[in-house]
């Protein structure tokens, strides 16, 4: 025991302890997690945001919230959030895709010529084989990513231009237009069930089902784990290549879906449909809180996001706002969006250091 | 400390010199002529050569800049709307009484100013990525472009200035000597300036290198400024083939950018690649379509060769095969 | 059954130029706290990592409860019930307190797949609870404090009914109170049956709570005593290898005029009110605990993260610093803690890296002299004697401590009078860091000011003219070379009594 004695540190330290450890536990109690307030008020106050820019809207052009305006924005809004559901897992784990816009053509023109080959194939069908081709194309994607490894904004980059030429290819550079569709078709997003059209319906089931995965299963909080840290989804067992692949996969297949339902929304299929939407849908992605450092991102956040994004492209043409000018604004919703975003998560940051009080 | 020598010589390897990218794309680049050869018999033509050189040239001085924006590890998805907007830029003033020279002393500073805006964004918000940054900014700028001039076609320019992209000199493209005249100083730039070090520095490690006392931001800025310059001369050019403008010209022109560069070697990870194998990329990639273009293949069959060269140039390296290989 | 619950025989690992664990042993019995103790680079981390399942050892076999096992990954490891806390936490900062408990072993319902959350959320609090922490499970990882990290990776150990836990240096990055606070836990842990292996710089921790204490010493095994069998000096002995004083060639240099001075130095939530001064030829130590905020002071003046507060005065004149660059024209240069990240491009060769600093000299109007380039860098890699064929090796082929002279050799390039040297020596071996201190010595017989940061007592005893010790952000105490010893200098970092102010100021005079 003769080197107790050469440090009589850790009995002196044991006195001490007790009253700081009562002071330490009172000072941390009051703390709540800044960052979840900022979260919660960042959607209460796009709702406000919804809000006040409807009534704007409404004071200058009264026909803005008539019923048939609103379901006009309703069902706009319902394809741009399918996207963004999809859209969202990707960034979460801080990727991006940039070919949904063509994988969208792509599948929405194959089940167009199905369709106009076999009108009297039951429309399921069509559907089906939309989906499934923008799976695959999301698959490869996924395999891109995940297995060869290379930059999401590369691999998508890449195959978009694949994908856009493949759709010109099926068509011959020719339109699939409504009088070559059989009502059957057109009827998948225009029809209703209970009295509300089939997008709607459709995009809410895609929100619920999202919703149970990302927050009731393991794969989906696997998602968020690794973007939040991909080292440490490593170690923790994670296999962090399954569910790169699993999201792109995702992505793809709902990107199929949306271009079944965009193509019987607007009765034509074209070789440059939904040219640039990918924008739109990140735009509304961004907009919502998700972050592009990856990590976080709520399926709430994203479906205000589209809706008010669904809205500002409805109520600009209404109020006498120039179509030329949507780019420019669609543009600097997602940089003032990011920026705010990024900024807030310094504010937080700086918050959590100014309580360590050095 | 006991002395030690160390050599300052390098050992001449001549499977090193051999295993080096730029050899595999020389090879590559004779494989595509001698495909074309046999693919059209109007293929192997002095004046057609020359003049399918003067068509694909204008986005080769974006490929210059964008080696240095990969080989730092960045990205810039906006340069084909930068082309845009200072074109547009450009042609609107010149179509309000601005003389000719001056309207387009203004697009290359617009675009210049285009890409100080993004380099500017991009050291501020570290937390963003080039990607995010620039994404928004290729929406904004060609917003501005629409917004001027709507969905019209603006031109009607004074005639020398169909010279740029139209005309010889001592029977060579103008468009040609301007570029290698600045291939030369871009290449020069990287590879024997300290400035062109320190990209390399940063691309590697840019903590090492700030450590090291570079000026990451500037330097970064910088880059992206001569990004933006350089799609603005793009854009005098192309305006100039063109005789008029529109808001949606140059679209796409990022991918086709980008695949040059990252064929050319230059490794999306940062830090690797070279100048020579960009620019040997850009004559690869525009014989070849010139050459399937001679055979009637679409544009659009075109977009799908183009995607996957890029995929491709991008696995290749990934490959046991590829990893060998000197970048 | 046999009597260890662990048992390592034999253990090797290699990687690429580095041999880091060399036929080493380690046994453990169940209820036990086992102090695992050595030099930075000693091997302990890569061990753990063995133990854990993350490295594959190349050789050597391992027991849990008797049995052979062999991991392939961390899950076989925690599926064993070993879990380890690191000394960097290891969370998901986005997500909450719950999830980072249960990740990778999350309650899910029968059948439907679906997360308990309600039963997830209850046990982390009950957990918490347990351990004594005051937040709730449902708050977000990313805005609890370090000490509240690592009290949920204990969480989440305990949460698998780990047997074995494994905490990293726990008490590095914790003011006294709260490692006081750990203490406490991991008795706990111990009288409930679990073993736990602590691994410490700290003597304290070790006779605090360790019963057996194991010694790595350059990756190899050296041996396992009972801790109140041990002297301490037999303890240092056994970890350094060498009587303290022989690895110091003692050198007398002329200590000049006064070349820097700090002055009330602080930025928000890192450190403040951090003042001394540092003359030619000096050595000043820097020392404290990791996390005291000794990095962040070398950075600010340095230029990295520039202080909120405070002057500095470089020969007398009050000096801005916003970057870099900056610092090195005024001469003051800095060699980074964390070579590989912050002073090397491992990818280049070492001429290229030893030049990076200083192209400007080599260049004329932009235009690097390739020549003149080569020779320079030659020249210097000599002088500091790096191992190496030619200036073309890659800085990635080289040892740790061959990296850490070409860092050096960088310094040497431009023209200095302040060198900061954030743990020279951190990850080198002993042959290499003899090297190092001679350099060290030289330099400062060369008129070059020193502001030394270190970690290791030995080293900053043997070679300092002053330390200052910082303790949470502050500069605790400054003690002389008769005051400094290894107890009045652990004293100083870790004391919770108000540092004297008269004694803090006294030293600028």
């Known amino acids: 025991m003769k080197n107790r004695g050469r440090i009589a540190l850790a009995s002196e330290t044991a006195e001490t302890a007790e009253t700081v450890a009562a002071g330490g536990a009172s000072a941390a109690a009051p703390k709540r997690s800044a960052s979840a307030n900022i979260a919660k008020f960042r959607e209460l106050g796009l709702l406000a945001f919804i809000v006040l820019l409807s009534a704007g809207v409404q004071l200058r052009n009264p026909s803005f919230l008539t019923w048939e305006n609103i379901n006009d924005i309703a069902t706009n809004t319902a394809i741009l959030s399918i996207l963004a559901v999809g ?6 784990t801080r990727g991006i895709d940039l070919s949904i816009g063509a994988t969208l053509a792509l599948s929405g023109m194959i089940a167009a010529l199905t369709v106009k080959q076999y009108p009297g194939a039951n429309p399921a069908l069509a559907l089906l084989i939309g989906v499934g081709i923008g799976l695959a194309c999301g698959a490869v994607l996924g395999f891109l990513v995940s297995k060869v490894r290379i930059l999401p904004i590369i691999a998508t980059l890449g195959m978009m231009n694949v994908f856009r030429g493949l759709t010109f290819e099926a068509s011959g550079g020719k339109w699939v237009s409504a009088h070559q569709m059989p009502d ?118 994203i479906v205000l996001g589209s809706v008010l994004l669904g809205i500002l492209n409805n109520a600009l043409p209404m109020i006498d706002v120039s179509p030329f000018w949507q780019n420019w604004i669609q543009g600097m919703i997602i940089l003032v969006a990011v920026l705010v975003n990024a900024l807030v998560k310094r504010g937080i940051d700086r918050n959590h250091l100014m309580r360590r009080r050095i | 400390m006991e002395p030690r020598v160390i050599a300052d010589r390098r050992e001449f390897s001549l499977r090193g010199f051999f295993l080096q990218w730029e050899w595999m794309l020389v090879v590559l680049f004779v494989a595509i002529n001698v495909m074309n050869v ?190 933006g310059l350089m799609a603005a001369v793009a854009a005098l050019f192309l305006t100039s083939r063109m005789g008029s403008t529109r808001p949606n010209i140059a679209a796409g022109y990022e991918l086709d950018v980008i695949a040059m560069v990252v064929l050319g070697g230059v ?61 | 059954m046999s009597e260890y619950i662990l048992e390592l025989k034999g253990i090797t690992k290699t990687f690429p130029g580095v041999k880091a664990l060399d036929d080493v042993y380690f046994k453990l019995k169940p209820g036990e706290i086992h102090a695992l103790m050595g030099e930075n680079g000693a091997g302990k981390s890569t061990f753990i990592k063995v133990i854990t399942g993350v490295h594959a050892p ?11 096992v062999r991991f392939r990954d961390p899950t076989d490891a925690q599926k064993a019930g070993i879990a380890a806390i690191y000394q960097h936490v290891t969370c998901y900062p986005d997500l909450s307190v719950t999830e980072n408990i249960f990740m990778g072993h999350e309650r899910v319902a029968k059948g439907t797949k679906r997360l308990l959350w309600r039963e997830m959320h209850e046990e982390a609090g009950k957990l918490l609870r347990e351990l004594g922490a005051s937040f709730s499970p449902k708050t977000q990882m990313g805005a609890l404090s370090v000490a509240e990290q690592q009290i949920v990776e204990i969480a989440k150990a305990l949460s698998v009914q780990a047997k074995i836990i494994i905490m990293d240096e726990p008490t590095a990055a914790l003011t006294n109170s709260e490692s006081e606070e750990l203490y406490r836990i991991a008795e706990r842990l111990r009288d409930q049956g679990t073993s736990i292996i602590f691994i410490s710089h700290r003597f304290e921790d070790m006779y605090r709570l360790a019963s057996q204490v194991t010694v790595f010493r350059d990756s190899r095994y050296i041996g396992t005593w009972q801790v109140n069998e041990i002297s301490n000096a037999d303890l240092i002995v056994a970890m350094v290898g060498r009587e303290i004083a022989q690895l110091f060639p003692k050198k007398e240099a002329k200590i000049g005029e006064e070349v820097l001075r700090v002055e009330g130095l602080g930025r928000t939530g890192y450190f403040a009110d951090v003042s001394f001064s540092l003359r030619k030829g000096e050595i000043l130590g820097l020392t404290g605990l990791v996390g005291a905020g000794r990095t962040e002071v070398c950075q600010a003046i340095f230029g990295v993260a520039p202080p909120d507060k405070g002057r500095i005065l470089y020969q007398g004149r009050e000096i801005a610093i916003r970057d870099p660059l900056q610092a090195m024209k005024r001469g003051i240069g800095y060699l980074p803690e964390d070579r590989q990240k912050q002073g090397l491009v491992l990818q280049w060769e070492i001429g290229r890296n030893i030049t990076l600093s200083s192209l400007e000299k080599l260049s004329s109007r932009g235009t690097i002299r390739t020549r003149k380039e080569r020779e320079f860098a030659k020249r210097l890699a000599e002088k500091v004697g790096v191992k190496a064929r030619s200036v073309f090796d890659l800085a990635s082929s080289l040892s740790g401590g061959n990296q850490q002279k070409v860092v050096f050799a960088k310094l040497l390039t431009a023209d200095l009078d302040v060198l900061i040297l954030d743990e020279p020596t951190k990850g080198v071996d002993v042959g290499a860091k003899s090297a190092i201190y001679e350099i060290i010595g030289e330099l400062a017989c060369a008129g070059y000011g ?56 006294g030293e600028l005079a």
């Open chain 1, 87 to 92: 859209m969202m897992l990707v960034i979460v």
């Open chain 2, 267 to 327: 490794s999306t990870a940062g830090g690797k690649g070279r100048m020579a194998g960009a620019i040997l990329a850009v004559f690869l990639i525009g014989y070849l379509r010139y050459g399937l273009g001679l055979v009637n293949v679409s544009a659009q069959t075109m977009l799908v060769i183009i995607g996957l060269l890029l995929i491709f140039a991008v696995m290749i390296p990934k490959l046991r095969l590829g990893r060998a290989i000197r970048r």
């Open chain 2, 38 to 227: 046999n693919l059209s018999e109007f293929y192997w033509d002095f004046d057609n050569l020359r003049d399918a050189t003067m068509g694909f040239l204008d986005k080769a001085f974006i490929v210059l800049p964008m080696v240095f924006i990969i080989i730092l590890g960045d990205i810039d998805i906006s340069v084909g709307s930068i082309v845009a907007l200072s074109s547009v830029i450009m042609a609107d003033l010149y179509n309000h009484g601005v003389p000719m020279p001056l309207a387009m002393a203004i697009c290359l500073a617009v675009g210049a100013l285009c890409g100080y805006i993004n380099g500017l964004l991009i050291v501020k918000f570290k937390e963003l990525s080039a990607v995010i940054v620039t994404l928004s900014t290729m929406i904004i700028y060609r917003g501005v472009a629409y917004i001027l001039l709507k969905d019209q076609a603006a031109g009607k320019f004074p005639e020398w200035f169909g010279f740029l992209g139209w005309d010889y000199v001592a029977g060579v493209p103008f468009i040609l000597i301007v570029f290698a005249v600045f291939a030369v100083a871009f290449g020069y730039l990287l590879h024997r300036t300290t400035f062109g070090r320190r990209v390399y520095a940063m691309g590697s490690n840019p903590t090492a290198s700030r450590f090291s006392g570079v000026r990451t931001d500037r330097i970064k800025i910088v880059v992206f400024t001569l990004a």
């Open chain 1, 184 to 301: 059957s078709f057109k009827a998948i997003a225009t029809g209703k069930l209970l009295g509300v059209n089939h997008l709607i319906l459709i995009a809410v089931v895609i929100y619920l089902v999202a919703y149970f995965f990302v927050n009731h299963t393991r794969t989906g909080r696997q998602v968020y784990a690794v973007g939040s840290n991909p080292e440490s989804a490593a170690i923790s067992g994670i296999r962090t290549g399954r569910i790169l692949g699993l999201v792109y996969t995702v992505m793809g297949g709902l990107s199929g879906l949306a271009g079944v339902l965009w193509v019987s929304k607007f009765a034509s299929a074209q070789g440059d449909t939904a040219s640039g939407y990918e924008l739109s849908v990140i735009a509304a992605c961004v907009l919502g809180g998700v972050s592009i450092a990856g990590g976080s991102g709520k399926i709430s956040g």
């Open chain 3, 450 to 505: 020193i502001l030394l940061v270190s970690s290791e007592m030995p080293e900053i005893i043997g070679l300092c003219d002053r330390v200052a010790v910082m303790r949470e952000g502050r500069i605790a105490a400054f003690l002389d070379r008769r005051e400094m010893t290894q107890e009045a200098i652990l004293r100083a970092s870790m004391a919770d009594e108000a540092p004297n102010d008269a004694q803090r100021r």
């Open chain 3, 58 to 68: 190349d050789g050597g076999e391992m027991f849990l409860g008797g049995e052979k």
